[in-house]
């Protein structure tokens, strides 16, 4: 007899949360908005717009040499396969119908120089997207009462959307160190059915177990903050820290109804970890900027996918390049590693859980339409990656998932009245207050 653990269908469960976020590190996004996003997402001692400069760091917005407002978002289309075999039953791989999703990225600073005063908000996407797997007989964790006729466990779809309000402040202690706080508000909106965190029941008496739907709710709220600094070691050469709290949610709660139409309800803790980020920068050649960034994420004290799912603590490594090929054009490439926080021993626990993705790469162009506006886009590409291991407690058992994601990102930039403190590519007419390109 098939036997499935509460704490293996909670971490079953969490593909449908997980999903949109399959170039994440792990379910953090790297980044945000076309000129971050191609440039690998480092922000951390660094800001190249308004986005990214809000993105890891508050302190980095002292760094952006003028002030600026960036309307920005990604067109993701991931490409997921989960397949499965219990020998005697069935073997196959069903793709999921997960479409093209959308994220946002809008990012906001103004600096005030006489005060030493930098104040930015940034609004973004930090996971989001679906997954839509048809019912498929020939797949047992697809088929339409699961492996040995015990669970109804196909079809299955669900969506998450998982948004960051970011406001944030950064002051310039002296002419090298700024240092940057801020609150954040999260929201999360999350769809799924059939809900694997929820208690199956047999109202009906056909001896086949049914879980129950995730759609009947609403947005849930959450909040952390964050505080980070940026120190110029060098003329050309800056380093920078930044801590994000744990963000904690309110419990999760979901009305449902059993099989025979008995209203039922299921509740979960739900959190994101914290994570510590440090980075550094490097200006010295003239229209080149070089930046690196170093994070070690705390998924093991997370709710929900620490203590159900046992991830585990990753590290991941984000570089990035920045160049002005001419007045008009810039061009950024960037490339993430990040360490895959499911470990061999927790596949059970993780049969279908597609964060997994280690390495992306990205690569990007602005164009300066005018004086004052720019336009950037980049294309994102999280190569294939594949995770396996035994999904029931019988040998031979095995399943299986792979999956690569495409994105195009894009950005409108808009720059207004006087630059920041330490600008160095525009310069400040202190007449007129005008921004002049070199």
Known sequence: MLRFHRSALLGAALVFMSSAAAQAQGIILPGSGGAHRSM?????????????GNYWNPAAIATLPFNEVVIGGEFSYPEIHLGSTIPGFSSGSTRSDSGLGVLTGVGYVHHNVDKGLTTGL???????????YPGDP??????????FQRFVLGPQAASLQLVQIAPSAAFRVTDKLAIGFGPTVDVAVVSMDPAFFGPPDDANGDGVLTFPTGTHTRPFWGGGFRAGLVYEVAPALSVGFSYTSQQWFEKWRFNARDEVGNPTSFAIDFSLPQFFSAGVAYRGIDGLILAADVRYIDYENSDLLGDTAKWQNIFALAVGAQYQLTRCLTLRAGYIFNENPIPNTATLLNSQLPGFIQHTASVGAMMQLNESMALSVGYVHAFKNEISGSIVERLGTSTSMDMAVQSLVFGLHVRFGCCGPRHQDVACHAEHREMVIR
């Open 40 to 52: 690998g997402g480092v922000s951390t001692a660094i800001a190249v717009d308004a986005v990214g």
């Open 122 to 132: 940034g609004l973004w996407t930090i996971g989001g997207g679906g997954v839509n």
């Open 138 to 147: 020939s797949n047992p964790v697809l088929s339409p009462t699961g492996p």
